[in-house]
Nanobody, 125 residues
Framework: QVQLVESGGGLVQPGGSLRLSCVVS????????VGWFRQAPGKEREFVGT????????YYADSVKGRFTISRDNAKSTVYLHMNNLKPEDTAIYYC??????????????????WGQGAQVSVSS
């Protein structure tokens, strides 16, 4: 089993920055990658970005490319989502998720086996 716990959410003004953390515990040796998703009220959960657990290869949704960056600290078993130039439309609950295998579509929630509890990010003036 793998457990994920997010932290770092909050309220920020448009143009501001936040960093989310996702601490991964349990059978981390079995992980292939960790992804970030978000869900706004009344909308489906959508892909934000992902990184491989080994090698740190990243891939981002077009909506956040150039503004969001994923990094990881394997010694701390932590994956970070650095969010810059935040916009009101970035308001959502952000989830980290882990997958234990390579996936044909890393943007699909169906390929992720473990999920965190979510962290609220609100962007408003």
């Amino acid at each position: 089993q793998v457990q994920l716990v997010e932290s770092g959410g909050g309220l920020v003004q448009p143009g501001g920055s936040l960093r989310l953390s996702c601490v991964v515990s349990g059978r981390t040796f079995s992980l292939y990658g960790v992804g970030w998703f978000r869900q706004a009220p009344g909308k489906e959960r959508e892909f934000v970005g992902t990184t491989t657990w080994v090698g740190g290869n990243t891939y981002y949704a077009d909506s956040v490319k150039g503004r969001f960056t994923i990094s990881r600290d394997n010694a701390k078993s932590t994956v970070y989502l650095h969010m810059n130039n935040l916009k009101p439309e970035d308001t959502a609950i952000y989830y980290c998720a882990a997958r234990g295998r390579s996936a044909p579509d890393v943007t699909s929630t169906a390929h992720y086996d473990y999920w965190g509890q979510g962290a609220q990010v609100s962007v408003s003036s």
